[in-house]
């Protein structure tokens, strides 16, 4: 949670400054407050955009001697860091959760297990990932050419990052930017400034040369004012609306955009799943985070044979969750990251028992002991049935603790609920039939698809993450995201160069039939067929040559 303060506002108050962070020289300044407690952790400043512009400056500089390392250099730095994550994981989980309000036990094992994972994969890994690659280039190979593709950094990648996951999200892609010999500037959320302030002081304390991720706190105008810096790239991950300014913005200055946005994940439940597995992936993958997850599941289908089982353990297992302030030990569930938050979700709940939903648990706040602020950040998590695709709560993104029930009578059915919708990041499909499942997921329009599986896969280093339609454009994580940190380079070598190409000038009768012989055997792909033109490229190469 977070307040922006301005110089006047400050005049009376004492400023501090968290490990790590910069001096505090802006004219605004960003309260950070714990949203569980409403209890101020610290202030950091809302950098200007000739703050960012002098950030990007240093990070262009930093850059040359960094790309100029070994993949082992890079990796020995990012090794470092990794050590130091690992001996201060407790400290930093507490930190995690006081800021963004989620359980510190789920800032382990959401955040701090997949970025230790994924900065051991990339730091070993991203030499063989890039290395340059031979091109097959068919029959142009017979005439002595060659093609590879090598990969250059991109130069400097700014990282626009969210709230949700304020260290998993932007450390990912710090990690995957560095290693492929980039510099970063990183414009993280003004509700979780703090985590990314430890994400480069532990950069720093690990030997990363100074420029090479600079951290610039603030609001959106901070964001702006990156994109329009003069980055060779903005890695983008937030909501539709602010990504599609962002693409804006960045599609007047030609600069790329990975754009990783919300989603309305489904989950679809099929009659043989394993209804037990199931109902503990659906509270699981409805809640944590409070549901504030990209891909949380937000709807959830069953087929209608399942459903009254499916739903009675759901509900018991939901009623049996334990919410408290995240930095408490046993915490299922913590507060919410913000009062904005909270009141769509309030709203989509509110809307959708209007219309006729039936709330099956939870449904409002919850009173938890020991927090007094005024107005508590805490949303019980709810189970909804009776709904429809009418309602927001179906279409829109409540990223909230909001698990809405709905039933299918056949496979086609299912497909077709899940497909109706404007979002397609994940989707998770229950069923003992793995071909069955397949099958189903093949037909889902995600960027990933589960089978027997929710929510977690943005923590796999290996695979590639990002979505289709509103969900986004691009890919972070895997080979597929590292590629979108580098330009690809090709280098085309004729080995025959004494020999003149047939196609160039010279447009003489004879070679005008070379050229419909070319379009008739050579462009079929055929060696075969390639062969019967021989004679004509010869006598053309030939007789150019003896020119
Ligand atoms: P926002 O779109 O509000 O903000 C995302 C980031 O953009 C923040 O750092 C924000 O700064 C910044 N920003 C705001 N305005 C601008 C601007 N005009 N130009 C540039 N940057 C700007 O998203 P949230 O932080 O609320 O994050 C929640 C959303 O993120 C959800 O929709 C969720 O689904 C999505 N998300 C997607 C993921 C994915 O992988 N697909 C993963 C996680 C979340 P500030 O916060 O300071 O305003």
């Known amino acids: 949670m977070a307040t922006r303060i301005t110089e006047s506002d400050t005049a009376s108050l004492q400023t501090s400054s968290p490990e790590g962070a910069p001096a505090l020289d802006a004219r605004e300044q960003i309260i950070v407050r714990d949203p569980a407690t409403g209890a101020e952790l610290a202030r950091v400043p809302v950098r200007t955009a000739e703050e960012v512009g002098r950030a990007v400056a240093r990070a262009r500089a930093a850059q040359k001697s960094w790309s100029a390392l070994s993949f082992r250099e890079r990796g020995r730095i990012v090794f470092a860091a990794r050590a130091l994550v690992l001996a201060e994981m407790d400290e930093l989980a507490q930190l995690i959760s006081r800021e963004s309000g989620k359980p510190a036990a789920e800032a382990i094992s959401m955040e701090i297990v997949p970025t230790l994972d994924l900065m051991q994969f990339f730091a070993r890994r991203t030499a063989r990932l890039l290395k340059p690659e031979r091109i097959p280039i068919g029959l142009y190979e017979l005439m002595g050419r060659t093609s ?3 990969y250059r950094p991109l130069g400097v990648v700014g990282i626009i990052s969210p709230w949700n996951f304020p260290w998993a999200i932007p450390l990912g892609e710090v990690v995957m930017a560095l290693m492929a010999g980039n510099a970063v500037v990183l414009k993280p959320s003004e509700l979780t400034p703090l985590v990314a302030l430890k994400i480069g002081d532990m950069f720093e304390r690990a030997g990363l040369p ?3 991720l600079e951290i610039v706190t603030g609001a959106g105008a901070t964001g702006a004012a990156l994109v329009e810096s003069g980055v060779d790239k903005i890695m983008f991950t937030g909501s539709v609306a602010t990504g599609k300014r962002v693409a804006e913005a960045a599609a007047r ?5 990975v754009l990783e946005l919300g989603g309305k994940d489904p989950m679809l439940v099929f009659e043989d799943a394993d209804i037990e597995a199931a109902a503990h992936a659906a509270v699981w993958g409805a809640f944590a985070n409070s549901g504030q997850a990209c891909a949380s599941v937000e709807r959830c289908y069953i087929d209608e044979r399942v459903a009254p089982a499916f739903t009675t353990r759901v509900v018991e297992l939901t009623r049996a969750l334990k919410q408290d302030i995240g930095a408490r030990e046993g915490a299922d569930l913590g507060a919410m990251s913000s009062a904005r938050q909270l009141s769509i979700v309030e709203e989509h709940v509110r809307e959708a028992v209007e219309h006729g939903a039936r ?20 949303h019980q998590p709810t189970v909804l049935a009776d709904v429809n695709h009418t309602m927001r709560v179906m279409r829109e993104e409540t990223f909230g603790p ?49 089978v027997n599986e929710v929510l977690y896969t943005h923590g796999i280093a290996q695979t590639p993450w990002g979505g289709v339609k509103e969900s986004g454009l691009g890919r972070t994580h895997g080979r597929l995201g590292l590629l979108e940190m580098v330009a690809p380079h090709h280098v085309h070598t004729n080995r025959l160069a004494r020999l003149p190409d047939v196609w160039w000038f010279g447009y003489t009768p004879q070679a005008a039939a070379l050229f419909r012989s070319l379009a008739r055997r050579f462009a079929t792909g055929s060696a075969l067929q390639t062969t019967l033109v021989m004679p004509q490229i010869l006598r053309r190469v030939l007789g150019g040559k003896k020119k």
């Open 148 to 150: 590879y593709v090598e």
């Open 210 to 212: 100074a420029g090479l």
């Open 402 to 450: 909001v698990l809405p029930l709905m039933t299918f009578k056949t496979e086609e059915e299912a497909v077709r609920l899940a497909n109706d919708s404007e979002f397609g990041l994940t989707a998770s499909v229950w069923t003992r039939d793995i071909g069955r499942g397949r099958r189903v997921a093949s037909r889902v329009e995600a960027g990933t698809v589960m």
């Open 359 to 378: 709330v099956l648990t939870g449904g409002g706040r919850a009173d938890i002991e020991g927090v007094t602020q005024d107005e508590t950040l805490f």
């Open 253 to 257: 200055r030609l600069v790329p955009v």
